[in-house]
């Protein structure tokens, strides 16, 4: 399975940016598909998600600002980006997991990353 990621780079503070990430490679189900971050001296952290029966989750500090959606057909996860800050600036990475089979959860794979700097 492979992820490709684009949509990153330089915007201005209040600005918006979409980031999408295509998974192919599989026939499988999706389980999970979702967008984590890495800003600089920080730990990676979850920004959104959406689960196949559990619908959206969200960091707080993007929740009214991002929303997560995906087209289930075309296997590819989407971030809608709005109200851009300065601390959103990080290298985001997409997220996916297979659905499971029988007890077994579906492995999990991770895109390249692609650079966001919010800045004037």
């Known amino acids: 399975v492979q992820l490709q990621a684009s949509g990153g780079g330089l915007v201005q503070p209040g600005g918006s940016l979409r980031l999408s990430c295509a998974a192919s490679g599989t026939s499988r189900g999706i389980f999970d598909m979702a967008w984590y971050r890495r800003a600089p001296g920080k730990q990676r952290e979850l920004v959104a998600s959406i689960t196949d029966g559990y619908g959206t989750n969200y960091a707080n500090s993007v929740k009214g600002r991002f929303t997560i959606s995906a087209d289930n057909a075309k296997n590819t996860v989407y971030l809608h980006m709005n109200s851009l800050k300065p601390e959103d600036t990080a290298v985001y990475y997409c997220?996916?997991?297979?659905?499971?089979?029988?007890?077994?959860?579906?492995?999990?794979?991770w895109g390249q990353g692609t650079l966001i700097t919010v800045s004037s």
């Open positions: 997220y996916v997991q297979l659905s499971s089979v029988g007890d077994v959860a579906g492995d999990e794979y």
